[in-house]
């Protein structure tokens, strides 16, 4: 590329993080932006001033700019649907980019948060290597990026992925319309939702959870009480893990990938469960492809999405039509 530097941003529902990368992956500098309450060009305002902060670190010797957004990038369009920043349901991210740096010379790559994970991982974490695997985002929302023959699955309309509309349950309630079934019960979000559904029924069991302010519950929360034996938070998890794991069998027999990665803030905490996980998973899944599927951790864990946007940067500045490197083109 000829340069020595790439910017990477990771956009998420709370804050954007941004860092100065080298060629071969080193992190040079880090930065970290709450969103607080902004919205619409007031997030957009807000990563163009961070991408502005970061390429003067490096002064001339940017070669390339990656974006990681939440939700769906329409690349054809360079428009963002991000439901959980107000404002953002087609917002012109690539186009504000583009006038933002106009003169500089610098060209500036996005893709899905699902996506850079995944290429993140492929990159420089535990899908090295690898050219079927997909990682499970559990975050705020819950999402996939796949990687099929070595190839980004998008879907027709850059969708694929969505995983937190995958229907693990019956009978369909309205509640699952926005957020879709599996991501209502197992995001982060829905770990607090299930336990104040829970905490609200007449025959809810006494919980540590009481104490706390029931309508401001956090998936933290529900992990800090299931380590002190709380009924409810046990209830809850116990749940969460039937839902990981049947995702994961689903996963497996659709795509019959080498590894599936869980990641994202949910895991963290949740990682002492993957055991638990492919256990149920077994009981659900295509055997031969269960047996052959291995179920691992984030090795770069919060980091993933960035790595996977400087990747970007790095092999694909323009465009979001690529593959992680050592795959196909």
Not at 90 to 100: K, T, V
Not at 220 to 237: C, M, W
């Amino acid at each position: 590329m000829g340069s020595n530097f790439v910017v990477a941003l990771d956009l998420g529902g709370t804050k954007l993080a941004g860092a100065l990368l080298t060629a071969d992956g080193t992190v040079m500098q880090r930065v970290s932006r709450p969103l607080l309450k902004a919205a619409g060009a007031e997030v957009g305002a807000l990563v163009v001033e961070l991408a502005r902060t970061l390429m003067s670190e490096a002064g001339e010797a940017v070669g390339g700019i990656g974006i990681c957004v939440p939700g769906i990038y329409h690349a054809q369009q360079g428009t963002v649907w991000a439901p959980n920043i107000p404002g953002w349901d087609d917002y012109p991210l690539f186009r504000e980019m583009q006038a933002a740096l106009k003169g500089s010379g610098v060209p500036v790559a996005i893709d899905s948060d699902r996506a850079c994970c995944i290429s993140g991982e492929v990159w420089r974490g535990a899908a090295r290597g690898c050219r079927d695997a997909v990682f499970l985002a559990v975050g705020t929302g819950i999402g996939a990026g796949i990687l099929v023959d070595g190839r980004i699955l998008r879907g027709a309309h850059d969708i694929a992925g969505a995983i937190g509309w995958m229907a693990l349950t019956q009978p369909f309630r309205e509640v699952y319309g926005p957020c879709g079934d599996f991501e209502y019960h197992a995001s982060g979000e829905g770990l607090a939702r299930v336990a104040r559904d829970i905490l609200a029924t007449d025959a809810a069991p006494r919980s540590l959870l009481r104490s706390l302010e029931v309508e401001h519950l956090t998936a933290r929360d529900v992990f800090a009480a299931y380590e002190a034996g709380d009924p409810v938070a046990e209830q809850v998890i116990g749940q969460a893990i039937v839902y990981w794991g049947q995702a994961t069998a689903n996963i497996v027999s659709l795509f019959n990938p080498e590894k599936v990665l869980f990641g994202g803030g949910v895991f963290g905490p949740a990682r002492r469960f993957l055991e638990e996980i492919r256990r149920e998973a077994v009981r659900w899944a295509q055997p031969i492809s269960m047996r052959l599927a291995s179920i691992e951790p984030s090795a770069l864990g919060n980091d993933a999405p960035l790595y996977g946007a400087a990747f970007l940067a790095l092999h694909h500045p323009g465009t979001t039509a690529y593959a992680p490197e050592g795959t196909k083109a």
